[in-house]
């Protein structure tokens, strides 16, 4: 096949995908990427989008609730914001963390998980949540200081736009971007980068995404968090397997970064220390 051929065939599987009700609003990086990769492996148009398709429900799609209302729940947080009621805005806040498995996931143990994490981080101005999902709905968990700035990243653009309305909503300085993390690490300079149940998921699009990105990202502190039980609910040896990976994948630079272990009902999270900035 020709090189123009190859290439109007991944604009074709790009165009194809952001056409399906799911897949909209995927940052079209991230499916020409994983789409370059599918269609190097497979033996037509029909099974490489396919593929295309099944890596991006692995890597997002799973995860996600059907029933987003957007403009619903900004309404909500508007409305606890200007009552000026913390505890409704904390309750408003669970309620949209229930339609993104990953932070359901996280509800019981919220009250615990950033304070434990963050405990002896202060003064914290500046966060970068890695592949954040709705975990940005958090906020008001997080010992930030004052005026401190959050940075948001994903790959799905709508979801984004509401991040960045809710941050404005709740006066939180900072950008969301839609952006595939595998191609190239955000470059802000930050106090954390929260990188939150993500590992496995860069790396079912490149194996090596993971400590290239663990590497790369300029914060004087990492939060970086697995899960305990898969989607379906079951534990199946998850904590150790991840723990185990965990310590691998960074066996090189252990001298060089200084890691804490927490361990929560429903996560496995690391605190690592990068010597060098
Ligand atoms: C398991 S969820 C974790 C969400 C969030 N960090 C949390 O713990 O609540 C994985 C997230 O990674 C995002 N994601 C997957 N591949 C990505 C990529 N290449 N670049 C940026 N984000 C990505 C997905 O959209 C999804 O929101």
């Known amino acids: 096949m020709s090189e123009d051929h190859n290439q109007a065939a991944l604009e074709r599987l790009v165009t194809e995908v952001l056409a399906s009700a799911k897949y909209g609003d995927v940052c079209p990086d991230l499916i020409r990427h994983i789409g370059t990769l599918e269609t190097g492996k497979r033996k037509s148009f029909k099974e490489a989008l396919k593929a295309t398709k099944n890596k991006l429900h692995q890597v997002s799609g799973a995860y996600r609730g059907r029933l987003e209302q957007y403009a619903s ?15 409704q805005l904390r309750a408003v806040n669970r309620h949209i ?3 993104h498995a990953s932070t359901r996931e996280r509800l019981p143990i919220l009250d615990q998980f950033y304070s434990s994490l963050m405990a002896d981080l202060a003064p914290i ?4 949540d890695i592949a954040c999902g709705l975990n940005p709905l958090a906020i008001p968990w997080m010992p930030l200081e004052q005026g ?3 940075y948001a990243y994903d790959i799905h653009q709508q979801m984004l736009d509401f991040l960045k309305d809710y941050m404005k909503i709740i006066g939180m300085e900072g950008e969301t971007r839609a952006y595939d993390v595998t191609l190239e690490s955000p470059q802000e300079e930050v106090d954390v980068a929260l990188i939150l149940k993500t ?10 995404a993971s400590l290239r990105l663990l590497r ?3 914060a004087k502190i990492l939060i970086v968090s697995f899960p305990v039980h898969s989607l379906g609910g079951r534990s199946k040896g998850m904590e150790e397997y991840y723990e185990g990976y965990f310590y691998k994948l960074i066996e090189k630079e ?8 927490f361990e929560f009902g429903t996560e496995l999270a690391f605190v ?3 010597e060098i900035l």
């Open 254 to 261: 252990q001298k060089q970064w200084k890691v804490s272990r």
């Open 125 to 128: 101005r500046s966060v970068l």
């Open 216 to 218: 790369e990202i300029r």
């Open 148 to 150: 401190a700035r959050y």
């Open 97 to 99: 963390m229930h339609h």
């Open 272 to 274: 690592m220390k990068k």
């Open 73 to 87: 729940w900004l309404e909500e947080v508007r409305r606890a914001v200007r009552e000026g009621d913390k505890e």
């Open 199 to 208: 590992l496995p998921c860069l790396e079912q699009v490149e194996k090596k």
